[in-house]
T-cell receptor, first 115, second 112 residues
């Protein structure tokens, strides 16, 4: 158990809908990351927050947004869902905002299926 | 930009065989290197890491040595078990960067 908690574990929704994925980082971690794992794209970095502020943005679509709240939990919002958004979405956390000495721990992921 | 290349899978071995999964990277400076493992139906788990050249990371019988001269971080285990069947990801974290760069993953199947 990494200490990173994600909900829901599984989600099935229709095209055009909107979903929210939730993440609680490990105790004491200030940085939260979101990754998408799909069969064709592999593991892709989406976005990172550190202590409530956006720190880095990767391959995140405009239909997707995220935020980190004062209690450090984070939410990833996915809207106008398309079939191609079906994937495993990982949240990860770390103490530091980045850097080579950092260790990033992953949650178990939220499986999203768009039908 | 930074990149990680893993040996293509899938890899199938018999129990107690020796395992090597190759990983090479392209990066400037001195990134940290990681191996993550994803067991069937589960999330990513950190397996081991190394933060500087010649460091050896080890865990659960797995080892990997950070080789700067060959830009490699190959994963090895002397005697694999059926329970080691999983997908293994090599990754790097660049100095001052915020994101892990992953290889494409190598699926390992161990037969009894």
């Amino acid at each position: 158990d990494s200490g990173v908690t994600q909900t829901p574990k599984h989600l099935i929704t229709a095209t055009g809908q909107r979903v929210t994925l939730r993440c609680s980082p490990r105790s004491g971690d200030l940085s939260v990351y979101w990754y998408q794992q799909s069969l064709d794209q592999g593991l892709q970095f989406l976005i990172q927050y550190y202590n409530g502020e956006e720190r880095a943005k990767g391959n995140i679509l405009e239909r997707f947004s995220a935020q980190q709240f004062p209690d450090l939990h984070s939410e990833l919002n996915l809207s106008s869902l398309e079939l191609g958004d079906s994937a495993l979405y990982f949240c990860a956390s770390s103490v530091e905002p980045g850097g080579s000495g950092n260790t990033i721990y992953f949650g178990e992921g939220s499986w999203l299926t768009v039908v | 930009g930074d990149s990680v290349t893993q040996m293509e899978g899938p890899v199938t071995l018999s129990e107690e065989a020796f395992l090597t999964i190759n990983c090479t990277y392209t990066a400037t400076g001195y990134p940290s290197l990681f191996w993550y493992v994803q067991y069937p139906g589960e999330g990513l788990q950190l397996l081991l890491k190394a933060t500087k050249a010649d460091d050896k990371g080890s865990n659960k019988g797995f080892e990997a040595t950070y080789r700067k001269e060959t830009t490699s971080f190959h994963l090895e285990k002397g005697s694999v078990q059926v329970s080691d069947s999983a997908v293994y990801f090599c990754a790097l974290l660049q100095q001052g960067a915020q994101k892990l760069v992953f290889g494409q993953g190598t699926r390992l199947t161990i037969n009894p």
